[in-house]
Antibody, heavy 123, light 109 residues
Framework: QMQLQESGPGLVKPSETLSLTCTVS?????????WGWIRQPPGKGLEWIGS???????YYNPSLKSRVIISLDTSKNQFSLKLNSVTAADTAVYYC????????????????WGQGTLVIVSS | QSVLTQPPSASGTPGQRVTISCSGS????????VYWYQQLPGAAPKLLIA???QRPSGVPDRFSGSKSGTSASLAISGLRSEDEADYYC??????????FGGGTKLTVL
């Protein structure tokens, strides 16, 4: 059974870079799936951040694209999120998740999720 | 302001049938599959309905999904107290981005 686990600092200062890692067990990230990130500000809804495939194909939310980088580390079976120039508006629970495809076309089928990690942006 | 529009709240009594709507456009719901997620308090979201109307393994058949044009719906029949949760619709948009609805908080009275 695949499991995902987020890790990283729970507190980031404004203007700095938020960095999170998702460790995957029970499945190789070199196999199928896009590997993605989704966030949820406290008391608010879900926002898709972006995802990456093993081939390097990457999609990002247009509203975040200028500040986001997602990368894969197949040797560690991990993938990462970097979000730069953070503000208080980036305070949220960050989830890593698998993002599936149908006949090779990306979908919003997030089959497996991590438990989420709260990141607070504050000085 | 979410790309997909859901009512912020819904409610029903045990045993009732409730529906939650999700409205989009030709660039998302109108051209691709809709997925639904259930988020219980304090938990990560869980895939509830895939490809408009398919239930993943383990999801009770009380949950069903449908899609027509640029709108989709989630129906829950035989409402139970444990169904009290937030529900989100999601679809892929032609601008190469995943989009979610704002979420609907379901209260079981």
């Amino acid at each position: 059974q695949m499991q995902l686990q987020e890790s990283g600092p729970g507190l980031v200062k404004p203007s700095e870079t938020l960095s999170l890692t998702c460790t995957v067990s029970g499945y190789s990230i070199s196999s199928g799936y896009y590997w993605g990130w989704i966030r949820q500000p406290p008391g608010k809804g879900l926002e898709w951040i972006g995802s990456m495939f093993r081939s390097g194909s990457t999609y990002y939310n247009p509203s975040l694209k200028s500040r986001v980088i997602i990368s894969l580390d197949t040797s560690k079976n991990q993938f990462s999120l970097k979000l730069n120039s953070v503000t208080a508006a980036d305070t949220a629970v960050y989830y890593c998740a698998t993002q599936d495809t149908v006949r090779g076309v990306i979908t919003t089928s997030f089959d497996y999720w991590g438990q989420g990690t709260l990141v607070i942006v504050s000085s | 302001q979410s790309v997909l529009t859901q009512p912020p709240s819904a409610s029903g009594t045990p045993g009732q049938r409730v529906t939650i709507s999700c409205s989009g456009s030709s660039s998302n719901i109108g051209s691709t599959y809709v997925y639904w997620y259930q988020q219980l308090p304090g938990a990560a979201p869980k895939l509830l309905i895939a490809k408009n109307n398919q239930r993943p393994s383990g999801v009770p058949d009380r949950f069903s999904g449908s899609k027509s044009g640029t709108s989709a719906s989630l129906a829950i029949s035989g409402l139970r107290s444990e169904d009290e949760a937030d529900y989100y619709c999601a679809a892929w948009d032609d601008n190469l981005s995943g989009v979610f609805g704002g979420g609907t908080k379901l209260t079981v009275l």
